[in-house]
Nanobody, 131 residues
Framework: QVQLVESGGGSVEAGGSLRLSCVAS????????MGWFRQAPDKAREGIAT??????????WYADSVEGRFTVSWDKTKNMLSLQMNNLKPEDTGIYYC??????????????????????WGQGTQVTVSS
């Protein structure tokens, strides 16, 4: 049984930083797609950063709204997906979810949520950014 457990959310002022972590257990494959999604109040859930766990030069993707401020990483020794969030803005407020597509990929991929279907989710962690 796959479990994704997020942590690291909290409240910060605009311009501050937070680091989210997601520990994945029970993953059937070592080369799969992992991602961070968020849902702002009264908005649909959106993908913001994804990572291919098998490594590669182009094994990540960022939404335009976070590129240059957020960094996604995968620690294969801990099966942990992280999201370093810098220069946070009030519009970054929302519930942040970790997810995986639970498929095995034999090639490096961006894991863009527009192309890869994510079907397994964590419970989410709240991030609140005040102005």
């Amino acid at each position: 049984q796959v479990q994704l457990v997020e942590s690291g959310g909290g409240s910060v002022e605009a311009g501050g930083s937070l680091r989210l972590s997601c520990v994945a257990s029970g993953l059937p494959y070592s080369t799969t797609c992992m991602g961070w999604f968020r849902q702002a109040p009264d908005k649909a859930r959106e993908g913001i950063a994804t990572k291919y766990t098998g490594g590669g030069a182009t094994d990540f993707w960022y939404a335009d709204s976070v590129e240059g401020r957020f960094t996604v990483s995968w620690d294969k020794t801990k099966n942990m997906l992280s999201l370093q969030m810098n220069n946070l803005k009030p519009e970054d407020t929302g519930i942040y979810y970790c997810a995986t597509d639970l498929k095995e990929w034999w090639f490096s991929a961006s894991c863009n949520p527009g192309l890869f279907e994510y079907n397994t989710w964590g419970q989410g962690t709240q991030v609140t950014v005040s102005s």
